[in-house]
Nanobody, 125 residues
Framework: QVPLVESGGGLVQAGGSLRLSCAAS????????MGWFRQAPGKEREFVAA????????YYADSVKGRFTITGDGTRNAVYLQMKLLKPVETAVYYC??????????????????WGQGTQGTVVS
């Protein structure tokens, strides 16, 4: 069973918006935070945003600052990503993940233990 389930992907025109959701699926666990990553065809998985439950801090890749907003509920291990002013180059599969060990390197996929299957976000010009 996939521990996390993403939803909200779809097709949108350049400049449009998408809101992604992610929630734990049938499994209880305690996490220090959650993150969003994306992977375009032929490219490595890259960090998009992360949130720390204890302090409510949020972190963003430079490329999305000012356009994306991460929010969530640590009691339910649910996380959301509001994406605005989307660009065609941001077409990718978007994944959510949980940090169970209080990693200090939020940008590295290897620091996250549980992942969802991803949701496709396609931006057309």
């Amino acid at each position: 069973q996939v521990p996390l389930v993403e939803s909200g992907g779809g097709l949108v025109q350049a400049g449009g918006s998408l809101r992604l959701s992610c929630a734990a699926s049938g499994r209880t666990f305690s996490s220090y935070g959650m993150g969003w990553f994306r992977q375009a065809p032929g490219k490595e998985r890259e960090f998009v945003a992360a949130i720390r439950w204890s302090v409510g801090s949020t972190y963003y890749a430079d490329s999305v600052k000012g356009r994306f907003t991460i929010t969530g509920d640590g009691t339910r291990n649910a996380v959301y990503l509001q994406m605005k002013l989307l660009k065609p180059v941001e077409t990718a599969v978007y994944y959510c993940a949980t940090d169970l060990r209080a990693s200090s390197i939020l940008e590295f996929p290897a620091e996250y233990e549980l992942w969802g299957q991803g949701t496709q976000g396609t931006v057309v010009s």
